[in-house]
C-alpha cells in the first residue's frame, strides 16, 4: 500500500505542483486548504507524513503541528517556510517537526527527506514490533511450570529483576540460565537498552579481554581497527556472562574493577571509560569450590553473588514435563506447519520416566525430533529415538493389562506426590496439575488414595 502524504498550503500553485510531484513517485496525496481543514482530516483517517506551510488563514502551521502531535503522533510532518524565516522552522522542529524545507521548495530536496523519513519511520515501528516480540519472548509467562521449585525461581526472578543488583544463576546445562537472565533483563527498567551474552568459555585466552574490553588499532598484531568491547556494546543495558567460571584468573582481576568501578580500559589506552552495566553471570559448577581450589577469586565470587539463584533440575521438577512438551510441541508444529495436537499417552510416559542428562534443552530436543518425524495427530513412540522406545517398553510384561496398570499407577504416584509437596491442600493441587476440585476429588476416590 502506497504511504499517505497530505498537503497543506493556502497556495493552489504550491499544493498541485507538490502534489503532482508526489503522486509521480507513487504516494497517494490528499490536499487541505489551510491548517484546520488538515487537521479535519487527519482525525477523520490516517496519514504517514503532513507536509505543511506554517503561514495559513484559519490555522497557522505551528498550532496543526502541535495538535498532530497529539492527535497522530505517527504522523512524520515537514514544514515549508520562507528563507528569512528559519527562526520559526527551528521553533516547528523543537515541537515536533520531523524536517523543514525552504522556499522556493526544491522538489528534488522534498522526496529526498520525505523518502528518509518514512523510511526511517517504518524501521521504527519494525524495531518496536522486534522489541514486543523479544520481550514477550521472554516474558515471566514463558517460563514453564507450576512445580514448587518452579514458583521459587519465579518469584525470584520478578523480584531481582526491579532491582539493578548483580545476580549469579547456577545450574546444570541446559536448564535454561540464559532464559533466566534473558527474562530478568527484558522485564527490568534497562528493558529498552542492549542485552548482550557473551559465552566466557568459547573465547580463546588471548582474546578474551580484547572481547571484553575492546582495544585500540595498533595495539597488537591484528588490531586492524579500533574495537568496541562487549561492555561498551552494553552500555546502559545487561551484560550476561555466561559460564564466567571459564574466565581466566588474570582477568577476573579486570573484571572486578569493572564492575566496581563502573569503568573499563580499553587494551592499548590509558584513558578509562565509564560503563553504566548490569551484571548478570551463570556457572554450571559450584563456584565456591572454584574459590576453595583458587581456580575463582574469592572477591569477585562475592562481588558477583549479590543475588544467586539457583535453577533445579528437570529431576527436581518432574511435574513440569507435561507442561513443558505441550509448550515445545505447540511452537515447533507452528514453526514446521503440522497439524499436530499432542503426544500420545505411553509417549507422556516414557519422557516422565527418562533421565533428562541434557536437561530442559534435550527434552526440547526431543519434542522437535518428534514432531519432524510425527505423520499423524498425536506424536507416538515409534516417532521418538530407540532410548525412549526400550526405556518404556522395559519393565512391561505380556500382560495386556500391564499398560493400563501402569498409567493408573503413575497417575496415583504423580497425584499422590503433589498432594503431599501441598501438605493435602486439595485447591492448591488441583491448581498445579491444571485439574478441577471435583475432579481431583474423584480421582482421589477412584484411586484410593489416602490422607495420612
Known sequence: MADRILIADDEEIIRDSLSFVLRKEGYTVVEAIHGKDAYDKICAEPFDALITDLEMPVMKGIELLQRVSQTSPQTVVVVITAYGSLETAIAALRAGASDYILKPIEFDELL??????????????????????????????????????????????????????????????????????????????????????????????????????????????????????????????????????????????????????????????????????????????????????????EDLFYRLNVVELQLPTLAERREDIPQLVEYFVTRYRQEMGKNIKGVDNEVMRAFMHHEWRGEVRELENAVERAVIFCSGEFIMLNDLPEIFVSGATHDVSSDPRSFQHAQREFERNFILNCLQQHSFDKEKTAQTIGMSVPTLYRRIKELGIQQP
Open 112 to 297: 529526498i527527506k520525505v523518502r528518509r523519513l518514512l523510511e526511517h519511520k517504518r524501521l521504527t515501528i519494525e524495531n518496536q514490533i522486534l522489541r514486543r516480540e523479544v520481550q514477550r519472548d521472554y516474558d515471566f509467562s514463558n517460563l514453564i511450570g507450576t512445580s514448587p521449585a518452579m514458583k521459587r525461581v519465579l518469584q525470584t526472578i520478578q523480584t531481582v529483576a526491579a532491582s539493578t543488583s548483580t545476580v549469579l544463576i547456577s545450574g546444570k546445562s541446559g536448564t535454561g540460565k540464559e532464559l533466566v537472565a534473558r527474562a530478568i533483563h527484558f522485564n527490568s527498567s534497562r528493558k529498552d537498552r542492549p542485552f548482550i551474552a557473551v559465552n566466557c568459555g568459547a573465547i580463546p585466552e588471548t582474546l578474551i579481554e580484547s572481547e571484553l574490553f575492546g582495544h585500540k588499532r595498533g595495539s597488537f598484531t591484528g588490531a586492524v581497527a579500533d574495537k568496541v568491547g562487549y561492555f561498551k556494546a552494553a552500555d546502559g543495558g545487561t551484560l550476561f556472562l555466561d559460564e564466567v567460571s571459564e574466565m581466566p584468573l588474570q582477568l577476573q582481576v579486570r573484571l572486578l574493577r569493572a564492575i566496581e568501578q563502573k569503568e573499563i580500559l580499553p587494551v592499548g589506552t590509558s584513558l578509562p571509560l565509564a560503563v553504566d552495566v548490569r551484571i548478570l553471570a551463570s556457572t554450571n559448577r559450584i563456584l565456591r569450590k572454584e574459590v576453595e581450589t583458587g581456580r575463582f577469586r
